[in-house]
Every structure is written in C-alpha cells, then in structure tokens.
C-alpha cells in the first residue's frame, strides 16, 4: 500500500492558479496508476484526472484545457497544474493510487481548495 500526503490547496480567485502535490511512500511508485479527485460538499467524489505509468492521461470534460497532471517517479510525487480556476472548482482534492499489480487502492487524506468568485 502506498502511503499518500497532499499538499498545495488553499484559497485562491477566479482565474488564477494552483499546483497541488502528492507524496507517496511505502510502495513502489510508479507501479500505480495515479490520480486527483474532487468532492465538493453534498456531492460524490469525482475523478479530476489520472496518469498511468506510461503517463497515458486522462481528464473529466469540465478541467480538460485548465488541469494538467504529471508525475516525477524519482521524487515518488504527482502533481495537478491548476490553472484558470472557477468557484465550481471548490473541493476537497483527494489524491488516488491503484497499484496496477495488485489492485490496492490508497487514498490520502485531502487538501482543501476554494476559489472565490
């Protein structure tokens, strides 16, 4: 299993930007699928993006243009490029591991992101 620490979320304007980063430890990194996902408040949990790794991505229509993911394998890290942001962004940014050979799935603990109108 990995073990996952967010960082990067706070409080920002409509229009302007932010760079989450998520930490894993525990496992081998780059044996798992990586991914960012959103809960706002009285809503489920949605995928934002993912990054395979062969770094294949994948983005929900409502960020695609605005996100970009990335991974550096060697700092153990995946990041999420938040640009041009709206207040329907606002959520809590969890970050996602799916080990691909073993299936477990990690969650860390999220990080808070508000974007004020």
């Known amino acids: 299993q990995v073990q996952l620490v967010e960082s990067g979320g706070g409080l920002v304007q409509a229009g302007g930007s932010l760079t989450l980063s998520c930490v894993g430890s525990g496992s081998i990194f780059s044996d798992n699928v990586m991914g960012w996902y959103r809960q706002a408040p009285g809503k489920q949990r949605e995928l934002v993006a993912h990054i395979t790794p062969g770094e294949n991505t994948n983005y929900a229509d409502s960020v695609k243009g605005r996100f970009t993911i990335s991974r550096d394998n060697a700092k153990k890290t995946v990041y999420l490029q938040m640009n041009s942001l709206k207040p329907e962004d606002t959520a809590v940014y969890y970050c996602?591991?799916?080990?691909?050979?073993?299936?477990?799935?990690?969650w860390g603990q999220g990080t808070q992101v508000t974007v004020s109108s």
């Open positions: 996602n591991a799916l080990n691909v050979i073993s299936r477990i799935n990690s």
